[in-house]
Nanobody, 124 residues
Framework: QVQLVESGGGLVQAGGSLRLSCAAS????????MGWFRQAPGKEREFVAT????????YHADSVKGRFTISRDNAKNTAHLQMNSLKPEDTAVYYC?????????????????WGQGTQVTVSS
């Protein structure tokens, strides 16, 4: 059983940056594909970014490509989402997720474990 705890959310002006962190415990972190998803009010949870178990391959949604970067540190059991050039439409609750399926990628239903989420609010 893997427990995930997100941190780093907050209020930022448009054009600013935030770095989200996801601390994992209770499992072998390096065995899991890690992903970030977000959910805005009244909308479905959507894929943001994913990274393979060894960090060699990443994939970002088109809406954040070039602005957000996912990374991981297996030695510290953490994953991160660096968010630059933030826009008001990035406002959402951001969730960290872990999958034991190597091809999980952007498929939300293939992620086994989820954090409680952290709020990101971008003001215009």
């Amino acid at each position: 059983q893997v427990q995930l705890v997100e941190s780093g959310g907050g209020l930022v002006q448009a054009g600013g940056s935030l770095r989200l962190s996801c601390a994992a415990s209770g499992g072998t972190f390096s065995r899991y594909v890690m992903g970030w998803f977000r959910q805005a009010p009244g909308k479905e949870r959507e894929f943001v970014a994913t990274i393979t178990w060894n960090g060699e391959t990443t994939y970002h949604a088109d809406s954040v490509k070039g602005r957000f970067t996912i990374s991981r540190d297996n030695a510290k059991n953490t994953a991160h989402l660096q968010m630059n050039s933030l826009k008001p439409e990035d406002t959402a609750v951001y969730y960290c997720a872990a999958s034991s399926i190597s091809w999980a990628a952007a498929q939300r239903n293939l992620y086994n474990y989820w954090g409680q989420g952290t709020q990101v609010t971008v003001s215009s």
